[in-house]
């Protein structure tokens, strides 16, 4: 397959040096008063959102189990062409009947087609585009950046956007999405242009940050992602499977705007411009309960934005 993720994990990629500032003198213990689940327990439902249908995929897995939900967010915001790339290969059935292609441990699952490299086999693309720029960043100016305080080694500010994890330059005005646990990315080959969603991951382990600004990132997993991460690891060959009946398949993907509205998933997302959703940073933050040392400190891909069953109407 020619968009194999570059690089991988066994590579040592030299990067430059980052200078951070200097880390304050431990701050005072502010232990939070309530717990994480109390939080969201007692938020206002002004907090919560429901999902775009027009951009969340819906993608059927076939695993040893049955079959699978795997829900995916897209991120027109920040990659609106592969975005739009995205819907159209879904409408036009073409991730039906793929498969997982590779499954690397603390890395990404990645699927696609096995074929995709021979010309005479290769699904045909239908009426998606082939050929897409990169959308490795957008400009912050105008972003409506939740912005976290804490540290970051990777930029100089993160934040949060309608729920995606963000990293951003002020400097050069520039924003992207950050390649945190459960985000989803369009793999690439050599060539900077190379992707167009028809070969697509998901990261299943410890933040590859360092793929940043490297490769676009279309979305991420809203449900399903301990599907993606429990399957049967690849070979050594970067975690491909090396023979065909190993790949899990995948039955169907469609978009819900293009399902029944009775078979699609009932799922909230928490607003990231909340203040349940500051609430809960605290509360991460400045531990409780059990635990013996609160940090006071979180990492963008850390605070996992929570998701919960649509309330059924009063």
Not at 51 to 65: F, G, H, Y
Not at 68 to 73: C, D, K, R
Not at 264 to 284: E, H, I, N
Request: charge should be neutral; include cysteine.
């Amino acid at each position: 397959m020619d968009k194999t993720l570059l690089p991988t994990l066994l590579l040592t990629v030299a990067l430059p040096a980052v200078v951070l500032p200097a880390f304050a003198a431990d701050p005072a213990p502010r232990p939070t008063q309530r717990s994480s689940a109390d939080i969201l327990a007692q938020s206002p439902a002004d907090d919560w959102r429901g999902l775009d249908a027009e951009n969340t995929v819906l993608m059927e897995l076939q695993t040893r189990d049955g079959v699978g939900q795997v829900l995916i967010e897209l991120a027109p915001r920040f990659a609106p062409r592969h975005a739009a790339n995205i819907r159209q290969l879904a409408r036009g059935g073409y991730y039906d009947g793929l498969a997982v292609v590779r499954v690397q441990d603390n890395f990404v699952t990645q699927w696609g087609d096995p074929n995709g490299e021979n010309e005479k086999l290769a699904k045909p693309l239908g009426k998606a585009e082939a050929k897409l720029p990169a959308e490795f960043s957008v400009s912050l100016k105008g972003l409506a950046l939740t912005r976290l305080p804490d540290v970051d080694g990777w930029a100089p500010q993160t934040g949060f956007v309608e729920g995606f994890p963000v990293a951003a330059d002020p400097k050069n005005d520039r924003a992207w999405l950050a390649h945190c646990y459960g985000m989803v990315g369009a793999g690439r080959g050599n060539a900077v242009d190379s992707s167009n969603g028809s070969e697509l991951y998901a990261v299943i382990g410890h933040a590859p940050r360092g793929l940043d600004l490297n490769i676009t990132v279309v979305g991420r997993v809203l449900k399903g992602i301990e599907l993606l991460s429990s399957l049967p690891r690849g070979g050594p060959n970067m975690g491909f499977y090396d023979k065909p009946e190993q790949r899990p398949t995948i039955q169907r993907a469609r978009l819900l705007a293009d399902m029944p509205q009775s078979e699609r998933p009932a799922l909230q997302v928490l607003r990231t411009d909340s203040k349940t959703w500051g609430a809960l940073l605290d509360a991460r933050r400045w531990r409780s309960g059990w635990f013996v040392h609160s940090p006071g400190h979180i990492e963008l891909c850390s605070a996992s934005v929570p998701t919960r069953p649509t309330p059924p109407v009063q």
